[in-house]
Each structure stands twice: as C-alpha cells, then as structure tokens.
C-alpha cells in the first residue's frame, strides 16, 4: 500500500539554526500539507499546497517557515531560523486530487531545538 | 474562528461499545473527518461525513449532523488494541483540518 515518508526520522538542533524536513507524498496525490504536534497537545495545521503553491496557511507559518516541491517526488518544509517552541512532531500529509476527504500522514519528524 | 470540542478522556471495557461526540463552529463547513493517534505514531484517517447521517465502516461508524454542528464517532466491539487518540477534524476548501484537542480512549480487559 503506497505510503507517506519522512526524513529524518528526529532532528535536534541549536537555537537559531536552519532545519529541513523532508516528506515524499503518495506518488499521484496532487495536495500536500504540513502539520504539527506539540507534545501532549492536538495537531496543528501548518500549511496547505497545491499546483506548486501555498493554498493556505496558519498564523505560526510565519516568515521563518518555507516549503518547496523541489522535484516531482519531494515535499520540503523548511525552518530558518529555529526557536525553542518550535520543538514538536512535524507530519506530513497528502491527499487524492478532490481536497481533503482522506489525509495520508507520515510518520513525521521529531524535532528538538536546544 | 473555528474550534472544535469533544471529551478529553473515555474509558470502556472491551467487547463495549463507545461514542466520541464533537461539536464544531466553523465558518465554511467541508465534511467531518474522524483520526485515531496511537502514541508517538502518525494520525490514521477513520472516518468522513459531508452530509448528514451514518457512515459505517467495519466496527467503526461516524454520524453527522449539520444543522447541531455535531457528529460522533461510535466503535463497537472494543478491543485492546482500540487504546488511542481520536480526533474529530473539520475541513476547508484548501484541504486544511482544523483539529480537536482529541479524546483518550482507554480500553480495560
């Protein structure tokens, strides 16, 4: 069964440095997000992609965040400058060509910023 | 805004039968979706009502209403395994799901 993948698995960096979390979505998905989990809390929706752009985005992507589809197979999200409450599990998600009905998460990245 | 409310804890013996609700606000309505979490994993889609009524997967089923801002998700036949996080999640336009804070369902022997 085509599946979600993410790299790294964890991450930790130092305050301030520039992090890159991967994500290949399912292969004939066509909308992608991101999404994090502060520990203990709910997920929280980052940001949605389609056709090569932001759809939509969350007031905590701010200017520090980025994303990028690099080639036809890569999802990005990157961080530019880390801060201690960025610390959480990053998922990315993907979704068939009508939006939203069913998400495919991966199995995200820990992220710590000491 | 949008916000979402549903129970933080459930606890149920297996073979039981157990109902999550979630009452939503949101401004422009996409369907309902319903996510379990085991700990440290990723959330697993369950179940999605765009339209009023009962949708039913395995022992799994989802209800809607729309005109209370209000679904559930039932699970029937408990088992161990059930042990999880269950979110209810709504849904925009641009494919964003806005989630609840999820429910702790606990399943004893």
């Known amino acids: 069964e085509p599946e979600v993948t993410q790299t790294p698995s964890h991450q930790v960096t130092q305050m301030g440095q520039e992090v890159i979390l991967r994500c290949v979505p399912i292969s004939n998905h066509l909308y992608f997000y991101w999404y994090r989990q502060i520990l203990g809390q709910k997920v929280e929706f980052l940001v949605s992609f389609y056709n090569n752009e932001i759809s939509e985005k969350s007031e905590i992507f701010d200017d520090q965040f980025s994303v990028e589809r690099p080639d036809g197979s890569n999802f990005t999200l990157k961080i530019r400058s880390t801060k201690l409450e960025d610390s959480a599990m990053y998922f990315c998600?993907?979704?068939?060509?009508?939006?939203?009905?069913?998400?495919?998460f991966g199995p995200g990245t820990r992220l710590l910023v000491l | 805004g949008q916000s979402l409310e549903q129970p933080s804890e459930v606890t149920a013996v297996e073979g039981a039968i157990v109902q999550i609700n979630c009452t939503y606000q949101?401004?422009?309505?996409?369907?309902l979706s319903w996510y379990q979490q085991h700990d440290g994993g990723a959330p697993t889609f369950l179940s999605y009502?765009?339209?009023?009524g009962l949708e039913e997967t395995g022992r799994f089923s989802s209800f809607l209403s729309r005109s209370d801002s209000y679904g559930y998700l039932l699970l029937q036949e408990l088992q161990m395994k059930d042990s999880a996080s269950y979110f209810c999640?709504?849904?925009?336009?641009?494919?964003?799901?806005?989630f609840g804070q999820g429910t702790t369902l606990q399943v004893k022997p």
């Open positions: 999640a709504v849904g925009s336009n641009t494919g964003k799901l806005i």
């Open positions: 009502n765009a339209l009023d």
């Open positions: 998600a993907s979704s068939e060509p009508r939006a939203g009905e069913t998400q495919y």
């Open positions: 949101t401004s422009g309505f996409y369907g």
